[in-house]
T-cell receptor, first 112, second 108 residues
Framework: ETGVTQSPTHLIKTRGQQVTLRCSSQ?????VSWYQQALGQGPQFIFQ???????GRGNFPPRFSGLQFPNYSSELNVNALELDDSALYLC???????????FGAGTRLSVL | DAKTTQPTSMDCAEGRAANLPCNHS???????VYWYRQIHSQGPQYIIH???NNETNEMASLIITEDRKSSTLILPHATLRDTAVYYC?????????FGAGTRLTVKP
């Protein structure tokens, strides 16, 4: 147990829809990172949030966006869903500038 | 792109040491090596990390070569519950750049 919780656990959407995934960070952590993990591959970094602002982004289009709230929880929003967005979405919390990230169990998104 | 190279898969007998290698020949002087593992359908779990000295904790040992171009994760007494995908990561800025990892299967 890492203390990082993600909701929902599973989600099914259709192409073109929008989705919001949620993450509660571990107590005392102020940084949240999001990753996408396609089947059979390693997680790919989407972006990181610190002090409610984006603090680094991977190679993902602008339709992937996020928010961080004053309590350090975070949301990942994906607009105009595509079939290739089907994946496990992982959230990880950490203390800023410290390397150890603690992951939640993820949200499994299926786009039909 | 991941800055590490790992074997795709490895087997280990239960109770024996599992030695998982990783090459990171382009690592910079201030970049740490991290190891995570992922058991099926769960989020990655932190194991250990190091800069240039060997490290040990309750889960594993990390041996980093003197030139820092490679490292080995050692699970001293592997159990069936250690079956997982193991990721060796060189931390770049704020993100963990995962590769495909090594699928370790511990066999009875």
């Amino acid at each position: 147990e890492t203390g990082v919780t993600q909701s929902p656990t599973h989600l099914i959407k259709t192409r073109g829809q929008q989705v919001t995934l949620r993450c509660s960070s571990q107590s005392g952590h102020n940084t949240v990172s999001w990753y996408q993990q396609a089947l059979g591959q390693g997680p790919q970094f989407i972006f990181q949030y610190y002090r409610e602002e984006e603090n680094g982004r991977g190679n993902f289009p602008p339709r992937f966006s996020g928010l961080q709230f004053p309590n350090y929880s975070s949301e990942l929003n994906v607009n105009a869903l595509e079939l290739d967005d089907s994946a496990l979405y992982l959230c990880a919390s950490s203390l800023f500038a410290e390397g150890i990230q603690y992951f939640g169990a993820g949200t499994r998104l299926s786009v039909l | 792109d991941a800055k590490t190279t790992q074997p795709t898969s490895m087997d280990c007998a239960e109770g024996r040491a599992a030695n998982l290698p990783c090459n990171h020949s382009t690592i910079s002087g201030n970049e740490y090596v991290y190891w995570y593992r992922q058991i099926h359908s769960q989020g990655p779990q932190y194991i250990i990390h190091g800069l240039k000295n060997n490290e040990t904790n309750e889960m594993a040992s990390l041996i980093i070569t003197e030139d820092r171009k490679s490292s080995t994760l050692i699970l001293p007494h592997a159990t069936l519950r250690d079956t997982a995908v193991y990721y060796c990561i060189v931390r770049v800025a704020n993100d963990m750049r995962f590769g495909a990892g090594t699928r370790l299967t511990v066999k009875p």
